[in-house]
């Protein structure tokens, strides 16, 4: 069974610094990885998806790496700023989902940027 | 183009009532979820459908139902309620191998 790690559970830094959020899994047959962000009780929104078949991708201040074969993505985010605060949430698609392609979660990492 | 929408937003049940959740999307997309997010938990997949008139089992399915009689809706109820289904239900939708949008989500709770 998929299983989906986050650590740290928690994060907080300083207005401008660079971070990196981390993720394991420890099945590397899996269709895609995303990373959401989710903001105190609203919905999740969709930051980047990666194919198995990509090792990066690239969204104004974030970059996502994924390797596959250790099982393991990061989130950059860089100059941080206090509205990146948020959860941040990564999920896979396992190849053994069959048809419903479903996401296995972590539990996310809670940022904190102070002004 | 509302994206993937949730009705309602809060709920308060008491236990042995029975609801439905509505959810829906105009994206034309074939895959449809529901998921539950409880604290420690993280997100769980309830059901889900891979297109009109299909549903399916998730991780998590005792105490729920599902339906998809339209392409853009997918329902979800609870026939009697119970206060382990307290919590965060929400709709997603994606097609094929593509990101997976999310709604805002309904709070449950159940009394």
């Known amino acids: 069974k998929q299983e989906v790690t986050q650590i740290p559970a928690a994060l907080s830094v300083p207005e401008g610094e660079n971070l990196v959020l981390n993720c394991s899994f420890t099945?590397?047959?899996?269709?895609?990885l995303q990373w959401f962000r989710q903001d105190p009780g609203k919905g999740l929104t969709s930051l980047l998806l990666?194919?198995?078949?990509?090792r990066e991708q690239t969204s104004g201040r974030l970059n996502a790496s994924l390797d596959k074969s250790s099982g393991r993505s990061t989130l950059y985010i860089a100059a941080s700023q206090p509205g990146d605060s948020a959860t941040y949430l990564c999920?896979?698609?396992?190849?053994?989902?069959?048809?419903?392609?479903?996401?296995?979660f972590g539990s996310g990492t809670q940022l904190t940027v102070l002004p | 183009n509302a994206g993937v929408t949730q009705t309602p937003k809060f709920r308060v049940l008491k236990t042995g009532q029975s609801m439905t959740l509505l959810c829906a999307q105009d994206?034309?997309?074939?895959?449809m979820y529901w998921y539950r997010q409880d604290p420690g938990m993280g997100l769980r997949l309830i059901h889900y459908?891979?297109?009109?008139?299909?549903?399916a089992k998730g991780e998590v399915p005792d105490g729920y139902n599902v339906s998809r009689l339209k392409k853009q809706n997918f329902l979800l109820g609870l026939e009697s309620a119970a206060p382990s289904q307290t919590s965060v239900y929400f709709c997603?939708?994606?097609?094929?191998?593509?990101?997976?949008?999310f709604g805002p989500g309904t709070r449950l709770t159940v009394l």
């Open positions: 997603a939708s994606r097609i094929r191998y593509n990101e997976q949008f």
């Open positions: 099945d590397s047959a899996i269709y895609n």
């Open positions: 990666i194919q198995s078949s990509q």
């Open positions: 999920a896979v698609v396992s190849l053994r989902t069959g048809s419903a392609r479903q996401l296995t």
């Open positions: 994206m034309n997309h074939e895959y």
């Open positions: 459908s891979v297109g009109e008139g299909t549903t």
